[in-house]
Nanobody, 125 residues
């Protein structure tokens, strides 16, 4: 599975953005998917994940209640709706695929693969 994130940009604090992730490959619907982000000088930080069916999700505490992950398997696309954005959300956002053997609820970057080009989100104060 190859992944391409898009939809980033510059937004004021309190604003919203929706990121999209287009996946290539017929096996997209077999995988749990996720989003990570990375700010300058920091490690990759888990943001959210969604089950292959879309029926279950989990989030990092820092975004819970503000961000929503969803997917459309017919379109091979994963989304991240980001509301009430804060300057601390500024980062490059990456769409990723959860490794099949990784447990549900993991937030470890090593449990995710197919890291592609991210999309930059900048939140101004």
């Amino acid at each position: 599975v190859q992944l391409q994130a898009s939809g980033g940009g510059l937004v004021q604090a309190g604003g919203s953005l929706r990121l999209s992730c287009a996946a290539s490959g017929r096996t997209f619907r077999d995988y749990d998917m996720g989003w990570f982000r990375q700010s300058p000088g920091k490690e990759h930080e888990f943001v959210a994940a969604i089950a292959w069916s879309g029926a279950m999700t989990y989030y990092a505490d820092s975004v819970k209640g503000r961000f929503t992950i969803s997917r459309d398997n017919a379109k091979n696309t994963v989304y991240l709706q980001m509301n009430s954005l804060e300057p601390g959300d500024t980062a490059v956002y990456y769409c990723v695929r959860k490794i099949r053997d990784a447990y549900w609820g993991t937030q470890l970057p090593t449990d995710f693969g197919s890291w592609g080009q991210g999309t930059l989100v900048t939140v101004s104060s």
